[in-house]
């Protein structure tokens, strides 16, 4: 299957997917080991891109969302049978029955399906695509009776999103009736079985033949002694038991796949996926990007066809921004409000992600605030002068066109807002935290709005061009140590600067 079939159509998916209401759901309990989770059977579907199916977990105890309790998580995942990976797309979050929340997933990666996880075992009931009363994936489910004391156990499973909640008390009573049944054993490499007679018999007969050609060649002597059989292998040792994990250990690992999917795998491809994806990285959907290195920007544009703009466009960001023409550049209407957000390190950069809400208006559209983040050191330049951080706040307005509002950062007093964001930094990438307390984005602008313009790109691949820049003559303070914990986060996240090739720049006189 072609994986950038899939992902032109992610976004087609969700749409045309209506929510299964919980009356049409046929749920059935799949495990793995202490891993349990139950999937609608009647909901799996095949299409052209892949197969889509709705698996659901229910928690011991309810958990606070920013909407509301709830008891239950489904997620509905896409699966690429031919590759051996998965894309969740949504996840909805339930109480006693009732829809809470629902939301896409902002950041969606293809997650590798590990040889005896209870995502395998997910994907092939998914992939087999069967009518309901035809399924059977090697003893993989249970009856959907059996679930209660099988879910009331049951581990957040990469696609869901678990933030379960107890006391130590009721954790030993939920693993004391864990289902624990084991995992499927990997498949050995079966070696000839070793015939010792004839073993024997082979060596008898060299050593008959080396004291016969001592014989005929008047040698004397001991005997050449005969190799010692080959030794049989170790049998492999037993895996050893698996002790209840801890309370503070599940909710680290509930928190993390609540959120982001699997654990990240080591960075450190074997030569043949290296090799493969070199080749033809058109089928390797989510190829790593970095700041550095052979992923580092000079490459990007051959890392995927979609990352070509980033050598061959024209019109790229960032910029040294020098020789504008001051003119009475119109005033940046801006209209934000403190609001609630939720922070994520997305392993490129701290990312802040923001509700509706907050816009700014110029040259007669209004383009909806997103989101906001941050690079070391500043991408921009002033006449060749970097500085020490910049923030670029990523709007869009009804057409789909983005504009970016750079401020640069330099050290001096400590930004409150910054703070803010520091203390509820993810220990995590991938992990996207939701704090209680609210932002006021306002507090990131400095108090002269005069600005410089320009048309330019995304600083990050795919490098799409046609965004409208806003950069912020004025840079803001932000504290010496408040950049020396970003710079441990972040060594550099900063693109290079790119070529103006004739682009007009203008600026408030």
Request: with cysteine; proline share 7%.
């Amino acid at each position: 299957m072609n994986s950038t079939r899939i992902a032109a159509a992610l976004v087609v998916l969700t749409a045309l997917t209506p929510l299964p209401r919980l009356a049409d759901a046929n749920w059935t309990v799949v495990h793995a080991g202490a891993d349990v989770v139950e999937i609608d059977r009647d909901g799996i579907r095949q299409d052209s891109v892949g197969v889509r199916a709705w698996s659901r977990i229910r928690l011991e105890r309810e958990a606070r969302g920013a909407a509301g309790n709830y008891d239950s998580i489904r997620a509905e995942n896409l699966y690429d049978c031919e590759q051996r990976r998965f894309t969740t797309l949504r996840r909805a979050y339930y109480q006693s029955g009732g829809l809470v929340r629902e939301e896409e997933v902002a950041r969606r990666r293809a997650n590798p399906v590990q040889p005896g996880s209870l995502d395998e075992r997910l994907m092939k009931l998914a992939c087999q695509a069967r009518p309901a009363d035809a399924v059977s994936v090697d003893n993989l489910v249970a009856p959907a009776s059996e679930s209660g004391k099988a879910m009331t156990a049951a581990r957040a499973t990469p696609m869901h999103a678990d933030l379960r909640r107890g006391d130590e008390g009721e954790a030993a009573k939920v693993f004391a009736v864990a289902d624990t049944a084991p995992a499927d054993k990997p498949k050995l490499i079966q070696l000839p079985v070793i015939d010792k007679a004839a073993l024997a018999q082979a060596a008898a007969a060299q050593e008959a033949a080396a004291r016969a050609g001592q014989a005929a060649t008047g040698k004397a002597g001991a005997t050449k002694p005969a190799p010692a059989p080959a030794s049989k292998p170790a049998p492999l040792a037993k895996t050893e038991a698996r002790e209840p994990e801890a309370l503070s250990e599940k909710r680290i690992r509930e928190l993390h796949y609540a959120n982001s999917g699997p654990p990240r795998a080591s960075r450190k491809k074997p030569v043949t996926t290296a090799v493969a994806e070199a080749v033809n990285p058109a089928q390797h959907m989510h190829q790593h990007w970095s700041y550095e290195g052979e992923a580092g920007p000079a490459h990007w544009a051959r890392l995927r066809p979609d990352y070509a703009a980033c050598a061959s466009g024209k019109r790229q960001s960032p910029i040294d921004i020098r020789d504008g023409i001051r003119v009475n550049l119109e005033a940046i209407r801006f209209d934000y409000k403190p609001m609630q957000f939720r922070i994520v390190d997305n392993g490129h950069t701290v990312q802040v992600n923001l509700g509706d809400g907050s816009s700014l208006t110029v040259m007669g559209k209004r383009y909806a605030l997103q989101q906001f983040h941050f690079h070391r050191p500043s991408e921009e330049r002033v006449n060749g002068r970097g500085y020490d951080m910049s923030v670029h706040l990523v709007h869009r307005n009804d057409e789909g066109q983005l504009a970016v509002l750079g401020v640069l950062l330099e050290k001096g007093t400590e930004h409150p807002l910054i703070q803010t964001l520091l203390n509820n930094l993810p220990l995590e990438q991938d992990i996207e935290m939701a704090p209680e307390e609210a932002i006021d984005p306002g507090k990131l602008l400095p108090e002269n709005r005069a600005y410089w313009t320009y048309m330019g790109s995304l600083t990050t691949p795919p490098c799409t061009e046609g965004v409208l820049w806003m950069v912020m003559k004025q840079p803001l303070q932000v504290g010496s140590e408040q950049v020396a914990i970003f710079s441990r986060v972040f060594r550099n996240n900063s693109r290079p600067v790119q070529a103006l090739n004739g682009r007009l720049i203008k600026e408030t006189r």
